[in-house]
């Protein structure tokens, strides 16, 4: 080190006009400090501080309830009425009709593709019919031992669950799940926005619906989004400028951006209920990196040196190499010999 000090001392010129010339002037070790004297220009000093430091940015984002999901009729027939927007979706309610007659949403990820109506039937759509009627109060006992495979076989306790169900909601030839009759969707959600009108196709698509909790989207850049995770905490600034804190809940694979550059979607979750707002522009703070207690100068006090590293200068001229570590709001984190809390260093304006 005493070596690398001795080339730093050595290799840094100060540069002062002279008459409208340029003096230059080197710094060697053995040189002693000139007098002060009224006339020379003053220095800026700071001092090294022990400081906690944070690797911060803001970026913006919309609130909302976040992406849309379509949902599509099944079946013939005409859309005789329609939700609403803001509809909450429950399970065994209908969504809407066809034909005057409810379509009623069922949980799951299969949609219905064949009637069920009869025993032995085998296939993960009996499966969810079974778990969808048991959550619904109708329970019905299975004699398959698949079920643990994602399928099942439909028995005759499960037509009869089925068509208890379907009589007390009113519908016709009660026993057998047409399927035109239901419509399957992920779990809870709202009607977002409907897209068909009464009269239309029943088999065309007719809405979309998206979670019912707030979420807010953030596009970014791949490459500002690969520092982030799932479960990271940040803070959401409101319209109002109320911060509210939340975390992320995911993070979108990349796609095309409307620009055909690569582009990823942050989701971030508030952590409390956000009712003065439905939909609005909103900028989150993420926080990547965070270091505590580490000695910290104004990024102006680094000095960029000629054979590479960095160095800060005491108010003699003299030079102290360091090592430097998180950026982070003006600031830089530094260590090396001669390096304490309370040092003082020359600094930019």
């Known amino acids: 080190m005493a070596r690398r000090s001795s ?3 050595g290799t840094v010129a100060a540069v002062v006009l002279v008459g409208g010339g340029v003096a230059v002037f080197t710094l060697r070790p053995d040189a002693k400090p000139a007098a002060a004297t009224t006339t020379g220009p003053s220095l800026t000093t700071t001092t090294v501080r022990k400081i906690d430091l944070s690797d911060t ?21 005409v859309v005789t009425s329609l939700p609403a927007v803001g509809t ?3 399970r065994g309610k209908a969504l809407f009709r066809v034909d005057d007659q409810p379509v009623v949403v069922l949980y799951g990820d299969t949609p219905l593709f064949r009637p069920i ?6 296939g993960r759509d009996v499966l969810e019919l079974r778990h969808n009627l048991t959550a619904l109060g109708y329970r019905s006992s299975s004699s398959s031992s698949s079920s643990s495979s994602g399928s099942d076989v439909s028995n005759p306790s499960l037509i009869d669950a089925l068509k208890r169900w379907q009589k007390d909601l009113g519908l016709p030839t009660p026993g057998a799940l047409q399927p035109g009759q239901a419509v399957i969707v992920a779990g809870t959600g709202r009607v977002s926005a409907v897209t068909a009108a009464l009269g239309d196709p029943a088999g065309e698509p007719l ?21 982030l995770r799932a479960g990271l905490k940040v803070s959401i600034t409101l319209p109002d400028g109320k911060a509210v804190p939340g975390k992320i809940s995911s993070i979108s694979a990349v ?4 620009d055909d550059q690569p582009k990823t979607n942050v989701f971030v979750v508030p952590d409390k209920a956000v009712t003065s707002f439905d939909a609005a522009p909103v900028q989150v703070r993420f926080t990547t990196i965070t270091r505590k207690g580490v000695l910290a100068v104004p990024v102006g006090a680094l000095i960029a040196l000629r054979e590479g590293g960095y160095a800060v200068q005491r108010p003699d001229g003299s030079l ?24 003082t260093v020359v600094t930019t304006p």
């Open 7 to 9: 080339a730093i001392a």
């Open 57 to 77: 940015r803001m970026v913006a984002g919309t609130l909302g309830f976040g992406a849309p999901h379509p949902v599509k009729g099944t079946g013939s027939g």
């Open 88 to 90: 909450r979706i429950a």
């Open 117 to 122: 109506d009869k025993p032995g039937l085998t």
């Open 207 to 227: 809405l979309s619906i998206t979670s019912t909790t707030k979420t807010v989207t953030v596009p970014m850049s791949p490459a500002d989004a690969s520092a």
């Open 255 to 258: 796609v095309g951006g409307d």
């Open 320 to 343: 102290i190499a360091t090592t430097v570590g998180l950026f982070a709001g003006g600031m830089v984190q530094v260590s090396g010999p001669g390096l304490a809390d309370g040092t």
